[in-house]
């Protein structure tokens, strides 16, 4: 048998996705996700122009030989539109072949290893009342690990913090205000070292000691300021600090490493091995942060986790509302089957993204299961996607306060 049809659909329940399908011969779809936050036409430009002809009467069984074809064959290598429109491919052969043989994806990467997947909600307040709000509301709920995302006294608005949830609303499905142009935000870095550690003190004086807690510095740091924040955040034990620094100069992380036993996890915008290489050899972090979307889909996501996993580094797979359904289908297969998993990221889509998307995974009180539906178990309502088109959205940019361009 052999891939007959290969359709690449753009559609915004809500927010961007681009979704790819395939379908064989004998009529097995196959559904993938390939969604790039603010540049999304870009990867669904590279799947159309120059990767669907390509896929036509291939072997849709060859998975393996089809990444090499399309990563090595390709003559430019990685990056976020490559990476994104190869996982794409890689996720629909893997839901096909799981299909054809009537089995969660999860069964064909080895198996169960665990009966559920912890996961850590996004709590965010502008001041401590709203924040404690929040934690309290994911804690009724059953989480047991929440990221701590706080507003800093003397600017507006901070990425990661809503800006229009009341106190006390449970989900934050957009915290950055996004338009067709991108915002520009304020942003202090003495400010924020200042204010963070008071916070993280505040809410285990409240929560306690048994409650995981992470946090998220979205790149904006220099080395030394990273170092200072991870020592600063030693006493309230966190699970992990995200994306300290650049994730680019991956030498920054010795010097935080230096410093503190705070656990680091970063990747979010990574796309392949390559980006992780000294990070993981020289154990510089302890979390692997990339999306199966992002990174060449199942295939190059396993290749990456089992990697890491032979030195000690576990997954902290990315699970942001901007990585579609069947990209969070895709990591959740993974995270039951790896044996170095550690934690995943779930930021619940909207009510109007999951009608347009169906998917069989299942929350309960502060776990997730993949599902036991043959395949990835999530597909795209073709219909429905029709009646919401592409409506350009970016991120927003940061500015220092004298208008400086700065980090993420
Ligand atoms: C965040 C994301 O999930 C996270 O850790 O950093 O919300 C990220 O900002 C978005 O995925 C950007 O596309
Ligand atoms: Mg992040």
Do not use: C
Request: zero cysteines.
């Amino acid at each position: 048998m052999s891939i007959s049809t290969a359709d690449v659909i753009v559609t915004s329940p809500g927010r961007n996705f681009v979704t790819l399908k395939l379908v064989t011969s004998d009529g097995v779809v196959g559904w993938g996700d390939a969604t790039l936050n603010g540049r999304e036409l870009a990867a669904a430009a590279y799947l159309r122009d120059h990767l669907v002809d390509t896929l036509i009467g291939r072997d849709e069984d060859r998975i393996e030989d089809t990444w090499q074809y399309l990563y090595r064959g390709a003559y430019w290598r990685r990056g976020p539109v490559t990476m994104a429109a190869i996982a794409a491919v890689d996720m629909a052969l893997w839901d096909i072949k799981a299909k054809k043989a009537g089995v969660p994806l999860y069964q064909l990467l080895g198996g169960a290893s665990r009966e559920k997947l912890r996961v850590y909600a996004h709590a965010s307040g502008n001041d401590y009342a709203a924040l404690s709000q929040a934690i309290r509301g994911y804690v009724e709920e059953g989480y047991t690990a929440v990221r701590i995302q706080t507003g800093v006294p003397g600017l507006d608005s901070v990425y990661g913090v809503s800006a229009t949830a009341k106190p006390g609303e449970k989900y934050d499905y957009e915290p950055a205000h996004r338009s067709a142009r991108p915002d520009e935000e304020e942003w202090d870095t003495p400010a924020y070292l200042r204010h963070v550690p008071t916070i993280f003190e505040k809410v285990r004086e409240e929560f306690g000691p048994e409650l995981r807690l992470l946090h998220d510095g979205h790149h904006r740091m220099s080395p030394i300021e990273a170092a200072r924040l991870a020592k600063s955040l030693e006493p309230h034990d966190l699970l992990w600090l995200e994306d300290a620094t650049p994730g680019e100069d991956q030498d920054a992380f010795r010097l935080i490493r230096q410093h503190s036993t705070t656990p680091l996890a970063t990747g979010e915008v990574f796309n392949s091995v390559y980006d992780y290489q000294t990070l993981i050899t020289e154990r510089l972090i302890d979390y692997v942060r990339s999306a199966p979307t992002h990174t060449g889909g199942v295939t190059g996501m396993k290749k990456l986790l089992d990697f890491a996993g032979i030195y000690g580094i576990r997954s902290g797979l990315h699970g942001p509302t901007d990585v579609s359904p069947i990209g969070m289908a895709a990591a959740l297969h993974i995270d039951l089957a790896i044996h170095n998993f550690g934690i995943q990221e779930y930021m619940p889509h909207s009510d109007l993204t999951l009608e347009t998307f169906r998917t069989s995974y299942t929350f309960d009180r502060g776990f997730l299961h993949p599902g036991d539906t043959p395949g990835l178990g999530a597909e795209l309502d073709e219909t429905l996607a029709a009646q919401h088109p592409y409506t350009p959205a970016y991120l927003p940019v940061n500015r220092l306060l004298d208008g400086t361009l700065h980090d993420w």
